[in-house]
Protein backbone atom coordinates (compact mmCIF):
# COMPACT_ATOMS: atom_id res chain seq x y z
CA UNK A 1 0.00 0.00 0.00
CA UNK A 2 1.15 3.75 -0.98
CA UNK A 3 -0.28 6.99 0.32
CA UNK A 4 -0.07 9.87 -1.54
CA UNK A 5 -1.21 12.88 -0.69
CA UNK A 6 -0.52 15.75 -2.99
CA UNK A 7 0.01 19.79 -2.24
CA UNK A 8 0.82 23.57 -3.37
CA UNK A 9 -2.60 23.93 -5.38
CA UNK A 10 -3.95 27.29 -5.59
CA UNK A 11 -5.53 30.25 -7.16
CA UNK A 12 -2.73 32.24 -9.74
CA UNK A 13 -2.79 34.47 -12.91
CA UNK A 14 -2.30 33.47 -16.23
CA UNK A 15 1.55 33.45 -16.89
CA UNK A 16 2.45 32.52 -13.21
CA UNK A 17 4.13 29.44 -12.10
CA UNK A 18 2.93 26.74 -9.30
CA UNK A 19 4.63 23.75 -7.56
CA UNK A 20 2.90 21.13 -6.66
CA UNK A 21 3.81 18.43 -4.46
CA UNK A 22 3.61 14.62 -3.94
CA UNK A 23 4.29 13.08 -0.25
CA UNK A 24 4.53 9.21 -0.30
CA UNK A 25 4.38 6.71 2.64
CA UNK A 26 3.84 2.91 2.91
CA UNK A 27 5.93 1.06 0.67
CA UNK A 28 9.12 1.57 -1.06
CA UNK A 29 8.84 4.87 -3.00
CA UNK A 30 11.89 3.99 -5.26
CA UNK A 31 10.25 1.23 -6.32
CA UNK A 32 7.64 3.10 -8.16
CA UNK A 33 7.27 5.53 -11.34
CA UNK A 34 4.77 8.05 -10.47
CA UNK A 35 2.88 10.03 -12.63
CA UNK A 36 0.95 13.22 -12.50
CA UNK A 37 -2.69 13.53 -14.19
CA UNK A 38 -5.28 16.40 -14.07
CA UNK A 39 -9.35 16.19 -14.34
CA UNK A 40 -11.21 19.74 -15.50
CA UNK A 41 -14.57 19.97 -14.67
CA UNK A 42 -17.15 17.48 -16.96
CA UNK A 43 -13.75 16.08 -18.55
CA UNK A 44 -11.63 13.04 -18.58
CA UNK A 45 -8.83 12.60 -16.62
CA UNK A 46 -5.85 13.13 -18.98
CA UNK A 47 -2.33 12.44 -18.79
CA UNK A 48 -0.20 15.36 -17.74
CA UNK A 49 3.54 13.68 -16.71
CA UNK A 50 5.38 10.35 -15.33
CA UNK A 51 8.65 9.73 -13.90
CA UNK A 52 9.90 6.62 -14.16
CA UNK A 53 11.20 5.11 -10.69
CA UNK A 54 15.05 5.70 -10.84
CA UNK A 55 14.43 9.69 -12.29
CA UNK A 56 16.14 8.96 -15.64
CA UNK A 57 13.17 9.01 -17.96
CA UNK A 58 10.58 11.35 -17.88
CA UNK A 59 7.47 11.64 -19.99
CA UNK A 60 5.13 14.46 -21.00
CA UNK A 61 1.64 15.40 -22.00
CA UNK A 62 1.89 17.51 -25.73
CA UNK A 63 -0.07 20.26 -24.08
CA UNK A 64 2.79 20.57 -21.25
CA UNK A 65 5.95 19.97 -22.73
CA UNK A 66 8.36 22.71 -22.24
CA UNK A 67 5.95 24.73 -19.55
CA UNK A 68 6.10 21.44 -16.93
CA UNK A 69 8.43 19.53 -15.19
CA UNK A 70 8.45 16.43 -13.46
CA UNK A 71 11.27 15.78 -10.43
CA UNK A 72 10.98 13.38 -7.35
CA UNK A 73 13.18 13.19 -4.78
CA UNK A 74 13.46 9.52 -2.94
CA UNK A 75 15.15 10.46 0.07
CA UNK A 76 12.33 12.90 0.94
CA UNK A 77 9.31 9.94 -0.41
CA UNK A 78 8.41 13.04 -2.78
CA UNK A 79 7.34 13.94 -6.58
CA UNK A 80 7.32 17.24 -7.77
CA UNK A 81 5.71 19.02 -10.73
CA UNK A 82 6.87 23.03 -11.50
CA UNK A 83 4.14 23.88 -13.63
CA UNK A 84 5.64 27.77 -15.47
CA UNK A 85 3.62 30.14 -17.44
CA UNK A 86 0.43 28.33 -16.73
CA UNK A 87 -2.78 28.87 -18.80
CA UNK A 88 -6.75 29.11 -18.30
CA UNK A 89 -6.74 25.41 -19.81
CA UNK A 90 -4.30 24.07 -17.11
CA UNK A 91 -7.36 24.88 -14.50
CA UNK A 92 -8.09 21.18 -13.11
CA UNK A 93 -7.98 19.05 -9.36
CA UNK A 94 -4.29 17.69 -10.20
CA UNK A 95 -3.60 14.33 -8.58
CA UNK A 96 -0.28 11.79 -8.18
CA UNK A 97 -0.31 8.41 -8.74
CA UNK A 98 1.95 5.33 -8.41
CA UNK A 99 2.80 2.40 -10.86
CA UNK A 100 5.63 -0.01 -11.76
CA UNK A 101 6.12 1.93 -14.68
CA UNK A 102 5.94 5.81 -15.99
CA UNK A 103 2.57 4.76 -18.12
CA UNK A 104 0.68 7.55 -19.95
CA UNK A 105 -2.72 5.64 -19.17
CA UNK A 106 -4.47 6.01 -15.76
CA UNK A 107 -5.37 2.71 -15.82
CA UNK A 108 -1.61 1.46 -15.10
CA UNK A 109 -1.78 3.41 -12.07
CA UNK A 110 -2.51 1.59 -8.51
CA UNK A 111 -2.00 4.46 -6.07
CA UNK A 112 -3.77 7.92 -6.11
CA UNK A 113 -3.85 10.81 -4.00
CA UNK A 114 -6.80 13.08 -3.44
CA UNK A 115 -5.78 15.50 -5.81
CA UNK A 116 -5.35 19.36 -5.14
CA UNK A 117 -7.18 22.26 -6.67
CA UNK A 118 -4.99 24.69 -9.96
CA UNK A 119 -6.68 27.46 -10.97
CA UNK A 120 -5.18 29.81 -13.60
CA UNK A 121 -7.44 33.32 -13.90
CA UNK A 122 -7.62 35.15 -16.97
Known amino acids: QVQLVESGGGLVQAGGSLRLSCAAS????????MGWFRQAPGKEREFVAA????????YYADSVKGRFTISRDNAKNAVYLQMNSLKPEDTAVYYC???????????????WGQGTQVTVSS
Open 97 to 111: AAAPSPYQASSGYRY
Open 26 to 33: GRTFSNYA
Open 51 to 58: ISASGSRV
